[in-house]
Each structure stands twice: as C-alpha cells, then as structure tokens.
C-alpha cells in the first residue's frame, strides 16, 4: 500500500521557516480534500491546515493562521505547508492525509511517518 510521503522537518529557532512536502496524496486518496495534522507526545494528532484541491481554497486552525499557507502542486501530486514565524509550541510531528473532518481524525488510515519540526527558544 501507498503511503504518502512527507519531508521537510528538522531543528529551526523561533522566529524561523520551514517549508514541508508531502506526495504522493490525489494518487492515494480518492478525495479532494487534504490536509496537514501534528501531533506532539501526549496528545491527540490535530489537523493543522486543510485545502480543496481543486479550488485550491483553504483553512488553517487560528494558532497557525496568520505563520502558515497550505498550497499544493497538481502537477506533482504534492501538498506543501510554509511555515513562518515558526514558535515553540508548533514542535511536533506533522502529517498529511486526507481530510473529512476535524472530528473524524481517528477514522483515518495510511498514515505515513511523518516529519519532525522542533522549534527552539
């Protein structure tokens, strides 16, 4: 089975950027859309940002909202996230997977292995 791929993550300051990456997701998923979760030890994975692939109109969670943008590549089956302004809290690992719902994160499946981002002070 396919699992989607994601990169990008590493160790960056506060104040900092980080843009990830994940493909291959409109060849995986048969659904529009997509979006990007983190989940830190502890705690329940939360979704992050989440787009309509096909208008390309998007959402991001209020704490993100004015740091990141969630775009995509039709082209190259690829999802991104820009990460600006990065802060501590934003510490966690992310993923991307389909999106239908913020409720329905457990129900989803094929997860990939995620990217860490860790954010110092």
């Given at each position: ?47 992050v940002?989440?787009?309509d ?29 820009q ?21 329905d ?13 860790t954010?110092?002070?």
């Amino acid at each position: 089975q396919v699992q989607p791929a994601e990169s990008g993550g590493g160790l960056v300051q506060a104040g900092g950027s980080l843009r990830l990456s994940c493909t291959p997701l409109r060849r995986i998923f048969n659904n529009y859309e997509m979006a990007w979760y983190r989940r830190t030890p502890g705690k329940e994975r939360e979704v992050v940002a989440a787009i309509d692939w096909r208008s390309g109109r998007s959402h991001l969670v209020d704490s993100v909202k004015s740091r990141f943008t969630i775009f995509r590549d039709d082209a190259k089956d690829t999802m991104y996230l820009q990460m600006n302004s990065l802060k501590p809290e934003d510490t966690a690992n992310y993923y991307c997977n389909e999106f239908k719902g913020a409720l329905d994160i457990a129900e989803l499946t094929n997860w990939g292995q995620g990217t860490t981002v860790t954010v110092s002070s």
